[in-house]
């Protein structure tokens, strides 16, 4: 059974960094996208960025310039770097990996069907 365990989450002031990491484990098929995704209170769970087997990484418009998304494929690891956090990017954050294939790893959350119970941010301003 697939497991996804995030962490690395916690409070930071802004302008702060954080880097988060997803531990998958019991897959017998290895993912064809990865991706990191949020949920902030009473708003829809939005895609941030998203890496597929061959290491081509996209970023949802407003992410790229902060956050880095990366994979340690030796140790099935993905991570998240964030940079100069804001108090609005606080929220739930989310790993999540399908096996189907797409030409492009998608952005949204509906085409993921495996995911972490997911790591708290938190940025004051």
């Known amino acids: 059974q697939v497991q996804l365990v995030e962490s690395g989450g916690g409070s930071v002031q802004a302008g702060g960094s954080l880097r988060l990491s997803c531990a998958a484990s019991?897959?017998?098929?290895?993912?064809?996208?990865m991706g990191w995704f949020r949920q902030a209170p009473g708003k829809e769970r939005e895609g941030i960025a998203t890496?597929?087997?061959?290491?081509?990484?996209t970023y949802a418009g407003s992410m790229r310039a902060r956050f880095t998304i990366s994979q340690d494929n030796a140790k099935n690891t993905l991570h998240l770097q964030m940079n100069s956090l804001k108090p609005e990017d606080t929220a739930m954050y989310y790993c999540?990996?399908?096996?189907?294939?797409?030409?492009?790893?998608?952005?949204?959350?509906?085409?993921?069907?495996?995911w972490g119970q997911g790591t708290q941010v938190t940025v004051s301003s």
């Open positions: 999540a990996q399908t096996v189907v294939r797409f030409r492009q790893c998608p952005p949204t959350k509906y085409e993921y069907r495996y």
């Open positions: 019991g897959f017998t098929v290895r993912p064809a996208c």
């Open positions: 890496a597929d087997l061959y290491g081509t990484t």
